[in-house]
Structure formats: structure tokens, C-alpha cells
């Protein structure tokens, strides 16, 4: 006996994404949806996770993992409680969009690409928000944007989001 695809997703996760399949001509059109419902239960979606859904929807491995890693909103590795995005593309920058970086690394301990120790931030550059006009911007996890936000408030960002607090991990 074989096993059902996408066996190894648990299996309330699997049947929220199979109930998608009706709303769309072929089950591959549901990879979106299946990979946002996977990150929302951990706030990434783990090499692990990879095959079973390419086998939920009826495609090859590789189509997922190339997705993930296209899209920013989707983190193939762990990401902190807030995951702090920063545009760095040339409109940005030119606006302080690197000073805005640098200041959110002193502040956090870290650099881009890197998590907190207590799970609690993590930091990315990434190359656009399509908010050229009020650059310089940076986004928290998916809340809207903050725009035009000054290199040197980046410690206060900081400081609001912790009193903010909540778990690493899993998103509300």
C-alpha cells in the first residue's frame, strides 16, 4: 500500500489545503495558498515539508522549493518573532535605507539573515516593497508598512515591537 501524498503534512494542514483544490482548474495552482497555511504553522516552511506538498499537488519538488525561495514573503529557514524586512533597493537607499540597516544591526545584535538569541527578531534585506515614494521602507512580518521611517529610529521600532512581545515561532 502506498502512501496518501502528502502523507508526512499533519493531517488537518493537509485537508485545509486539499479543501482548496476545488477553487482552482489544477491542484498546482493551490501552491501558494498550501505554502502560506505551512508557514503559518511555524512562521517557515522547513526542508522537510518540501515533498509532501509537491506531492499533495501533483508536482515536482524542485517547483516548490523554487517558489519559496523567490518570493520574500515565504523563509525557508526560521525567522523571529518579528521578522523585520528592510528595502534596501536603489530608491530606498538612496533615501537611508543602509543607515536604516545598519541602525536596526547595532540595536538587535545581529546582522541580515540572522535571529536574536531569544528568537524574538530576525532581520532580511530585501529588494523591493513597492513603496518607492516613501522611502525610505520596511515591513514587520505582513503589518502594513512603515514608511519614511528615519535611520535614527530604529532603536524605538525596536523597542515598541518588544513591548509588543508575543512568542517566537508561530504567527497570529
Not at 485537508?15 to 508557514?39: C, D, G, M, N, S
Not at 526560521?78 to 536596526?104: D, I, K, S, Y
Amino acid at each position: 500500500m502506498t502512501a496518501e501524498p502528502g502523507a508526512a503534512l499533519p493531517a488537518e494542514l493537509r485537508a485545509r489545503i486539499a479543501a482548496e483544490f476545488p477553487k482552482y482548474p489544477e491542484k498546482r495552482a493551490v501552491l501558494l495558498t498550501a505554502l502560506h497555511f505551512v508557514q503559518a504553522e511555524r512562521g517557515w516552511i522547513a526542508p522537510e515539508m518540501i515533498v509532501p506538498i509537491a506531492d499533495l499537488l501533483e508536482i515536482e519538488p524542485i517547483e516548490v522549493q523554487e517558489v519559496i525561495s523567490f518570493y520574500s514573503m515565504f523563509h525557508a529557514d526560521p525567522v523571529g518573532r518579528w521578522h523585520v524586512q528592510v528595502c534596501t533597493n536603489l530608491p530606498c537607499c538612496l533615501r537611508g535605507a543602509r543607515q536604516l540597516m545598519r541602525g536596526l544591526e547595532q540595536t538587535l545584535g545581529i546582522r541580515a539573515g540572522e535571529v536574536t538569541e531569544d528568537e524574538m527578531f530576525s532581520l532580511a534585506e530585501v529588494e523591493c516593497l513597492g513603496s518607492c515614494g516613501t522611502a525610505p521602507v520596511l515591513q514587520v512580518n505582513t503589518e502594513p508598512f512603515v514608511e519614511g521611517i528615519a535611520p535614527e529610529n530604529a532603536s524605538a521600532l525596536v523597542a515598541e515591537l518588544r513591548t509588543r512581545g508575543g512568542a517566537a515561532g508561530r504567527r497570529s
